[in-house]
């Protein structure tokens, strides 16, 4: 079902920043500053058009159509900036940008104002990873209060799914761990558009991922997957959150 969800994405020509800079007008304020976008799964530079107000970290596991991408997984990339690293501000073309500024490559490690997760989770074959991605988005050393997560998942993936719905999946996502709301959710007959938006004030919430150990802990907020739905047809496809200590 994954071949089949990257042809149904590619077959519908979706752009993803063409949903997020709307919502990032007007869900967020510059403040005489550029806002801050970790773009996670970027085949290309879909932002590279507002930078005069928009600073973009596109990042793809195996790197993308665009030379600004960085090739590197986000579990590596979200760890390494939890201890206090930016493995983008190495980057050579970042470092090239900045020189043609006229000002240093960005290294500190303050966080996001927004994240975007475009096709990514389904492309994770561990519901406890996918759990942990979401978890890793939320965490305050990455994205900042106020700051928004938007999530983007091939309509299959939810409505095909053995074990998961819409509905589980913003539960998932909207615990009370992560601090996030939902803000907007868009339905296609190809996707599914997930806006959520950090509660004010949530800048203070304990992060549910050890960096040190590299251990993710969700105490009493473990969520299952749900009772299998009947139908022979169907993928396996679920997020769920389980504690590293209690994973076999």
């Not at 993928?235 to 200590?245: D, E, G, P, Q, W």
Request: proline share 5%.
């Amino acid at each position: 079902y994954q071949k089949a969800s990257m042809y149904g994405a590619k077959s519908s020509k979706f752009v993803c920043a063409d949903w997020v800079i709307p919502l990032l007008k007007a869900n967020k304020k510059s403040k005489g500053r550029q806002l801050r976008i970790l773009d996670v799964g970027a085949i290309d530079h879909q932002y590279e058009k507002y930078k005069s107000w928009l600073d973009a970290f596109p990042i793809d596991l195996h790197g993308g159509q665009h030379e600004s991408v960085l090739p590197v997984d986000f579990f590596d990339y979200a760890h390494e900036y939890c201890t206090g690293t930016d493995m983008y501000a190495s980057h050579p073309k970042k470092n090239e940008l900045a020189a043609s500024q006229q000002k240093a490559a960005p290294s500190t490690t303050k966080p996001f104002d927004a994240i975007v997760l475009s096709l990514v989770l389904n492309f994770q074959g561990d519901p406890r990873k996918r759990g942990d991605m979401l978890c890793l988005a939320a965490d305050p050393r990455l994205l900042a209060d106020q700051g928004m997560l938007f999530v983007a998942l091939p309509s299959a993936s939810l409505e095909n799914s053995r074990y998961c719905d819409l509905g589980r999946f913003i539960e998932v996502a909207t615990n009370p761990l992560f601090g996030l709301e939902l803000l907007e959710q868009k339905i296609s007959a190809k996707l599914v558009l997930l806006a959520f938006q950090k509660k004010k004030n949530n800048s203070k919430q304990t992060p549910c991922y050890n960096a040190t150990q590299k251990t993710f802990d969700y105490g009493d907020h473990e969520m299952k997957r749900l009772p299998a739905k009947p139908g022979t047809k169907r993928n396996n496809f679920a997020v769920i959150l389980k504690s590293t200590h209690n994973r076999t």
